[in-house]
Every structure is written in C-alpha cells, then in structure tokens.
C-alpha cells in the first residue's frame, strides 16, 4: 500500500488492479438463481408407467419371461410356479446362469408390492439383471 503520487504526466495511466467487484456480483445473481430454481427441479408428478414409446431393445436368442398374473400367480415362459419353485426352476432353466436376464410381464392390475415380492425373490435367488416389460406404443402422447 503506497501512495500514487501524480507527477503531471499522462493522465490515463494503466492500474494494475484487478476489479472482482463485477465479478463478485455475477456469482451472487448465479447463486441466488440457482437456490431459487433447485427446489423447482424435483419431481412430484403422478405417472402411469404400463406403455413405452422407447425404441425397444435387441432381444436375446431366447429369453426367459417371468410373467404375473391379474390374480398374483406366477408363470416362467409358459408354466406355473410358486414363489418357493422360482429359484430352482430358474437355474434347470438357464443352467444356472445367473447372468441372464429375467423379463419380468406383469399385468396393469398387479400391484406395486407384489412386483417388489417377485424382484425380491429374483434378486435372492441371484438373479440380478431384470428387464420390465412393458407395451409399445405407436404415435405421440
């Protein structure tokens, strides 16, 4: 800190000073921009999830569906099986390959806790990779 004296030569000197005011006032605009839009950027909004208009995904040479009925039984590809069966015929199934994946079509009725029951007992059994399946639809919304 030293004093600038003027020695009456050229009145528009060069400082050396670098201004961050403007720059502090930026950032406090940035800032309160973003804590009033981050509260708006979480969702709280009711969907029905049952149809897709994804592109749908290659299928495998032959998959394994694990289907769920309107009245919550359960059937792997075309045969009933219970709870307590669908570990073991899972592995005579996929020879015990438990990195297939499993597709899981559940019927529009079922509810949320008896999806959560049977990924529950995939997951248990070691049957990690699980594929929903869902509807294709054609067009727009």
Do not use: W
């Amino acid at each position: 800190m030293g004093i600038h004296l003027n020695e009456g030569g050229d009145d528009l000197q060069e400082t050396h000073e670098i201004n961050v005011t403007p720059f502090i006032d930026v950032m406090l605009v940035l800032l309160i921009i973003f804590m009033v839009a981050a509260p708006l950027a979480t969702v709280d909004i009711k969907v029905d999830l049952p149809a897709s208009t994804a592109k749908p995904a290659p299928r495998p040479d032959k998959p394994i569906y694990l289907s769920i009925k309107e009245d919550k039984s359960l059937y792997l590809d075309n045969a009933q099986v219970t709870d307590e069966q669908l570990g073991t015929s899972l592995d005579k199934l996929t020879n015990a390959d438990k990195d297939k994946t499993i597709f899981v079509r559940g019927d529009k009725q079922v509810d949320y806790a008896r999806l959560m029951e049977v990924m529950d007992t995939l997951r248990g059994a070691g049957y990690l990779k699980i594929g929903l399946v869902g509807l294709e639809t054609v067009g727009t919304k």
